[in-house]
């Protein structure tokens, strides 16, 4: 099997994968949860996914582990990777925990947040808007999680950080798995008016509209429906066709 894996560039975004093969492997999969277009549950074949990645069992096996010390894939001993589906305990305790990251994020991105680094936030929620305008809303439930570990890192605490990575991709396994038939995300309004008061340096006002964020989030879920994608092939079929072309 072929190891030499490009960096591949999604159509829905504006940068290049660059890094190690496991590295890329590692994002695209993430992406995929981020985007909810992977089932919470899914069977994470090394054989299927390194024929679609061209890349070895070896390179799967770590992007795997990584994506397993977050939270977001469990190693079951001689059965395999599936993607973590989070049971309703579970998931009211990762909520729980979110809760008190954000707080902290919040807070300190108040202290922390530079001219530059709110501008790119801001862009970010544009983009955002954009996505979920055009009708991509995977794109934008991914932009929605990434605005969330830019603010960690503007934070400057690199521990939350790492924390903030894991509780956001959870968070969208439990969305994918117990969210509501009301699929409407307005998550970019309420993401504006967060930079306005961190740009105001008004911390009580920025965490209060961080909670009321969160619970906005938390009222969707019924944990009841299930959504998104078992089928491997089909949730990386760009890549599988972009491959394809290049043959």
Request: some cysteine; glycine content about 4%.
């Amino acid at each position: 099997m072929n190891d030499q894996l490009q960096p591949l560039k999604k159509p829905t975004r504006a940068t290049k994968r660059t890094g190690t093969q496991d590295d890329i492997v590692y994002a695209h999969i993430f992406d995929a949860i981020l985007e909810q277009r992977l089932a919470p549950g899914t069977k994470l074949s090394e054989e299927a996914l390194g024929e679609i990645f061209g890349v070895s069992r070896t390179i799967i096996r770590r992007a795997l582990s990584r994506l397993a010390h977050e939270g977001v894939v469990l190693l079951r001993p001689n059965r395999g990777a599936v993607v973590a589906s989070p049971s309703v305990d579970e998931a009211r305790q990762i909520f729980f925990a979110r809760r008190l990251v954000e707080k902290a994020i919040t807070e300190l991105a108040v202290q922390h947040a530079s001219a530059e680094q709110l501008a790119e936030l801001r862009q970010m929620v544009e983009d955002e808007r954009d996505c979920f305008a055009r009708g991509d809303r995977g794109a934008g439930i991914r932009l929605s999680g990434e605005f969330h570990l830019k603010l960690a890192e503007v934070a400057k605490n690199a521990p939350l950080v790492s924390f903030q990575r894991s509780l956001v991709s959870q968070t969208s396994l439990i969305i994918a798995q117990y969210e509501s038939g009301n699929r409407s995300h307005c998550s970019y309004d309420e993401h504006n008016e967060l930079i306005d008061a961190i740009a105001a340096r008004d911390s009580d006002k920025a965490v209060r509209l961080m909670m009321h964020h969160m619970d906005h989030i938390d009222s969707k879920l019924n944990l009841e429906e299930d959504s998104a994608s078992g089928d491997l092939h089909a949730v990386f079929s760009h890549i599988v066709a972009k491959k394809k072309t290049r043959a």
